[in-house]
């Protein structure tokens, strides 16, 4: 009988291209799906010319513009240019690139055009057991399906375009066993933040983490989604989540998923994917989120988060070396400590980005919205994730929700998850955003973040200050 | 890439914990699709007032440490995005070392792949070095690749690991894409062995929607 096996090692034992020949050598990893975009491809591209490679397997890397495109909804129809030269000249090169060698690109006018993390699984691209990356961190996000989904740098870009492969040294595994019952108002984005403010910000380093436990199994796709999104935020290069009936009736649902005997044959290869019983981790961490509130972010890492009703920690409560650190970034986000977070003002709400733009939590945020208005003063984007969502929450009537609200409905893209375009902060400006980092100048320079849920970025909407969405009748 | 083996000098201090890679390089300068202008945007916030002129204070522009190859960082060094601009920033300034508590993983793969040592200390040994650097600023250190150590000012060292295949590259001025090509013939056996069918779509990946 075979040693039991986790997830991770599945996953990883069947992309072994060969064992390295000598323990101080990498392994190299086979590489099924590998997503890219125009801000981490243009240099890895000029690299396989200098070297006079093509493209292996084209038809496993698939294209998409988001990180720079403009979010105005006429740029999509095409009746608006990117304003900035530079941000223009990286989309030409990746059309040409693409279509040099032969890869799939979903332009800005294209229908299935959107946020790579959100575009790739709602297509179907992503599937259990999967190796996937991209030259972006939080490629995790795929990991939920039970893939292994990694963030890689824009030589390894390269490398995957050369070979189809990649080098790598075996990670070791984090289970992360997540157990109780969300309270009402709670979403996997408080979930996640709950986590990463127990385990910190680099208490995944070196691992890959396997999201186990009640709390999990629970989910829906989305949520779950949301969830290994944010695996980066600890440190880790991954996140996994054992595939299961949510996740196949998922897949399912997708138009023109396969059907027949395909489909069956896939079905009970997915089954055999789900850690064996006996099989252990290098470490396991257990978290209840039973009494969890709704999290808020108030520093410049996304472990600095704490519960909406909490104060911000007293600079005594810390280690005296990390006091430095944490004093840096309350200066930055001009916030005493020990002040409550509740109730600070914000000038800007956030509702978008591959942690929280996809139809649910549009969704969310729209039902606590419907009937009621943003403050004055205060600035609403609401950006869908991909045409898909956009042309869903359309077809639900979401976008006037948010629009009688007072909010602007707007195309798909990174937009103000990290400011590349003309959606950013003006300085000092407070946002409470959707996204996934509140890092000193992400939403542009001299902005100020506020991580949290759609529920509560659409409850602090409507006060102008950070609200626990609980205390609006949802 | 240049082989590596050792250098010294008196590093500079820039001791925070999860410095992220959108304060190494932020996003506004990563519209290039070459390498140029990231010298400039190396620390930009930190570095720059807003209004585009020099901090004085920050550490970079301090008289004593310019042309410094060392820099001394805390923990989790390079945490966030997967933006290989961070070590390209860093070289473009003249960083060949870095000395540190911790450092996030893609940000290591991504340095050394590229020739950017990163160290990791031990953290009483990392407690010790930043007091020798706050105390006397001038006081030099190497880092010795070949011998996997850092000597202190003192003359004590501390012997470090790295990935041997990291180092390997390094010392020998190797690219790992070299490496991976070889192994074509391997990836070509692994299609083969695999074959179609492992994925609904014959392997590929491809829309089922
Ligand atoms: S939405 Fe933000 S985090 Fe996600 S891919 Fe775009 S820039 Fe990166």
Known sequence: ?474 | MNPFTAVTDAPVPLPLDNVDTDQIIPASFLKVVDREGLADGLFHGWRTRPDGTPHPDFALHHPRHRGSRILLVGDNFGCGSSREHAPWALQAWGFKAILGRGFADIFLGNAHRNGLLTVTLPPDRHADLLEWVTREPAAQVTVDLEAKKVVFPDGSTVLFEIDPFARHCMLNGLDPFGHLLEQLPAIEAFEARRGPGLQPGGGEPRRIS
């Open chain 1, 1 to 474: 009988m075979q040693a039991p096996k986790t997830l991770f090692e599945k996953v990883w034992d069947r992309h072994l291209v060969s064992e390295p020949p000598d323990p101080g050598l990498p392994s190299v990893l086979y590489i099924d799906l590998h997503l890219i975009h125009e801000v981490t491809s243009p240099q890895a591209f000029t690299e396989l010319e200098k070297r006079g490679l093509t493209v292996r397997r084209p038809s496993r890397t698939i294209a998409t513009m988001d990180h720079s495109t403009p979010t105005e909804p006429e740029f999509s129809m095409g009746r608006l240019r990117v304003l900035d030269p530079m941000g223009a000249g990286q989309l030409d090169r990746l059309r040409e690139n693409c279509s040099r060698h032969g890869i799939t690109l979903h332009t800005v006018s294209s229908p299935d055009n959107g946020i790579v993390h959100v575009m790739g699984p709602e297509q179907g691209l992503t599937q259990p057991g999967m190796t996937v990356v991209c030259g972006d961190s939080h490629t995790s996000t795929h990991g939920a399906f039970g893939a292994l989904a990694f963030g890689i740098g824009t030589s390894e870009v390269g490398q995957v375009l050369a070979t189809q492969a990649l080098l790598m040294n075996k990670p070791k595994t984090l289970a992360v066993r997540v157990e109780g019952v969300l309270g009402e108002g709670l979403t996997a984005k408080d979930l996640i933040l709950g986590v990463i403010a127990d385990i910190g910000v680099d208490g995944g380093t070196g691992h890959v983490i396997e999201y186990t436990g009640s709390a999990i199994r629970a989910l829906d796709m989305e949520g779950r989604m949301t969830v290994c999104n944010m695996s980066i935020e600890a440190g880790s290069r991954a996140g996994m989540i054992a595939p299961d009936e949510v996740t196949f009736s998922y897949l399912e649902s997708l138009n023109g998923s396969p059907r027949g005997d395909v489909w069956n044959a896939a079905l009970e290869d997915w089954r055999g994917l789900p850690t064996d019983a006996g099989a252990s981790y290098d470490r396991l961490v257990t978290v209840d989120v039973g009494s969890l509130e709704p999290m808020v972010t108030y520093g410049t890492n996304p472990g600095m988060a704490i519960p909406v009703s909490g104060a911000i920690p007293e600079a005594d409560a810390l280690e005296p070396r990390e006091r430095e650190a944490f004093l840096k970034a309350l200066r930055y986000m001009d916030l005493e400590p020990g002040a409550p977070i509740r109730g600070r003002p914000v000038q800007v709400v956030f509702l978008g980005s591959c942690t929280n733009s996809r139809l649910s939590d549009l969704r969310a945020a729209a039902g606590l919205l419907k009937g009621r208005r943003i403050a004055s003063g205060v600035r609403m984007l609401v950006v869908p994730g991909s045409q898909r969502v956009k042309r869903a929450a359309e077809a639900e009537g979401l976008d006037r929700i948010f629009t009688d609200a007072g909010a602007e409905w707007r195309a798909p893209g990174c937009s103000m998850c990290l400011a590349m375009n003309q959606d950013r902060l003006a300085p000092g400006e407070y946002a409470l955003s959707t996204s996934n980092r509140n890092f000193e100048g992400r939403q542009g320079p001299g902005g100020r973040t506020f991580l949290g849920s759609p529920l509560t970025a659409a409850a602090s909407a409507v006060t102008g200050t950070v609200t626990d969405p609980r205390e609006m009748a949802l």
